[in-house]
């Protein structure tokens, strides 16, 4: 197709919208980098905007020195890693047995399962449920108790159905495979793909999530990352800009904030070029084969 | 007479035949597959235990909640708790706000991901189209205490960049978490900045399954760009519109707690409290838990009611339909 002048301008405009749109959606995280190393000084007076300014980075010998984020780390790390394997065993659990025609009451338990999508009890009774099995301020309870996504389960299910031929079941069932062995030899590896997608699907809830953990959890000693971040980035502004607005002697707190962000980020960052990759799949695989 | 009940006797017996036979492949049916079952047991026992058991416990909504008691041992009440809210200074405050936040998020939140997509759909060079996609994907995956944090942060009344750069140019800084008028904006906005990128994958998706001789037919007709995309690219991608804008009407009421936790205070409840977080404050920070049960269930039996109409509409209108 020939393109007409108008055309043309039409794409270049376009063109340079779009880059103006990328760097808006960026801005603020360049801003918090610039600001976490600049001076207060060249904070205070605007003069950062969007490169450091006098860089030093005692902000962040500040906030790495601090112990509850290393401890909200740790324990970040810990419900992700141990919360997404669980998350991929329960969910293979399930939508294996689930992908099954022959499998007596499947009709029943995929409507006892998929009418959560529609119907939950809500958080009261949630947590209700929690305190009355005595779940409440423990470590297992952040693994199990979100241990499965039931429109994650149902992805998984559809790939089975699907992508995996049916006949490499037939051939290893004919020489006496068991239904194990056929998901452990054959069902597992064909799906790698699907795997790693809802495993990241899994790992970034785990890695962001602060709600629960902030309810179920008191001791500082359990707390994920999200929740002591939440205490020092959102909590400490509000309550330093209630007691006193002119408190320009204690300014540094500024830059910890901003150093505070990047440095719990980081993670992210490392992992987002994977993670783009397989949710852009992910999203795919979900709205092709709903 | 007599033959008839030879036959009937005949069809019972056929019929106890049929039953042993059905009971028989049942149990070869399990045998055959008892793995499956097993692998079950981990599954069903998360949905047993942590979504269907908390679902009895519902009942607290219609009971007064004692303590010691438990759920089980409590009175039942009736409808009072829901009376109670209706009745009470809190449900028009929080209806409205839920509605208006959903309002505001389907005119600007919802239009922004479409245009995204079809200003991407565009662009010739692929480098740009990865570039620009990467950066607004980004705010998807941090988390939404950070989203919060960097937010709270810039709106900061002594040292907030947005303040900063107010009082360069020479204006009064404003403290905007404080004022209830700016709340809807300031969570809209947002909002848009977290999931309008990831929004647009869907209808990236959608858009690349235009059939390309639909647009070559278009241009043989000598149908110019504009032609094209009103013609061509977006009756391609109405169903996905027209399904997530169900998905969006169904989840009206729906308006989530994690957010908007982080950036209220009370000073803006009168904008900012939603029916999701007035639950979490009267349920699980001030331990009210039948009235806040009561509440929630309200809450989610109106969303229901909300995604089954959403859906039927669009059913008879346009033909497309969630299910």
Redesign the interface.
Known sequence: ?R??T??KI??FI??C???L???I??Y??I??AA?SMSSTDA??T?KVLLLPIEINFSSYKEVLSEQSIWIGYGNAIYYTAVGTAVNL??????A???S?K???GRKY?TF??VL?L????????????LK??GLLNLRITII?????STFN?ILMRTYFQSSVPASLEEAAKVDGA???YV?GKIYLPLSKPVLATIGLFYA?NR?????WPM?IIRDNSKMPL?VI??KM??EM??EE?ITD????TD?SV?SL??AT?II??VP?MIA?PY??KF??KG??IG??KG | MQLSTKARLKETIHKSDKNRINLEQCISNFKKNWQLFVLLIPFLLFYVFFIYKPMWGLQIAFKDYKLFGGIAESPWVGFKHFESFLMGPYFLNTFKNTLMISLYGLIFGFPIPIFLALLLNEVTSRKLKKAVQTATYLPHFISIVVIAGIVVNFLSPSNGLINIIISKFGGEKVYFLSKPEYFRLIYIIMGIWKESGFGAIIYIASLSSIDPNLYEAAYIDGANKLKRILQVTIPGIMPTIIIMFILKVGKMIDVGFEAIILLYQPVTYETADVISTYVYRIGLLNARYDYATAVGLFNSVISLILVFTANRISRKVSETSLW
Do not use: H
Not at chain 1, 118 to 129: R, T, V
């Open positions: 197709m393109q007409t108008g055309e039409f794409i376009n063109n919208f779009l880059a749109i990328g760097f959606a960026l603020p995280l801003y918090v600001a904070i205070l605007g065993f329960i969910t293979v659990c399930g294996y047995p689930l099954k022959r499998l007596p338990i006892f399962v959560t529609w119907f939950q009890a809500g958080i009261i009774p949630f947590y209700l449920n009355e099995m199990i108790a979100f241990a499965c389960m068991s239904d194990l998901l970034v890695w962001n999530g602060y709600f309810i999200q971040l939440k980035i959102v502004r509000i800009t607005m002119d408190m320009f300014f500024e904030i901003y962000i719990s980020i992210m987002y993670i783009q949710f852009t999203m795919m709205a092709i």
